[in-house]
């Protein structure tokens, strides 16, 4: 059973990032978030700070995937290329995936692609794992 997301993130996505509820995962290490460029996610262009957001949390979805227990994937490092803008109204598909996973470092990578499967951003990341002791287990 894939490990699972603290649960502020689930309502930062949908509310501030526009996220919709059908994120796909599987324990291969893939995650896909769908969603939808808002007014609000500034001007007529997503500001790229939303589109680094998005493919972040891809990835962090995809560490989550390839989990047994509940973890904490915090971003060491991050690198994103924005090769064409996001636009109001476009519906895209933020895809995460890692490339190598040990018990407290992960790398990954992630892009963000229109509806037409056209790159608009790709990313690289290093992100340390934590692991969560059950409070009850002490």
């Known amino acids: 059973m894939p490990g699972t997301p603290p649960d502020n993130q689930d309502s930062l996505l949908k509310t501030g990032l526009g996220v919709h509820d ?4 599987d324990e291969s290490g893939r995650a896909i978030l769908t969603l939808d460029v808002q007014p609000h996610h500034c001007h007529a262009v997503a500001q790229g700070g939303y589109v680094t957001a998005w493919i972040d949390m891809a990835m962090a979805r995809a560490v989550f995937a390839t989990s047994d227990e509940d973890i904490g994937c915090n971003t060491l490092e991050l690198k994103v290329s ?23 470092i992960a790398f990954l990578e992630g892009e963000l692609r229109d509806e037409q499967g056209v790159v608009l951003a790709r990313a690289t990341s290093t992100a340390k794992l934590s692991h969560f002791r059950d409070k009850a287990a002490g």
């Open 22 to 25: 059908d994120i796909q995962l």
């Open 82 to 104: 924005f090769y064409l803008p996001a636009l109001v109204g476009q519906r895209l598909l933020a895809e995460g995936w890692v490339v190598r996973k040990g018990r407290s």
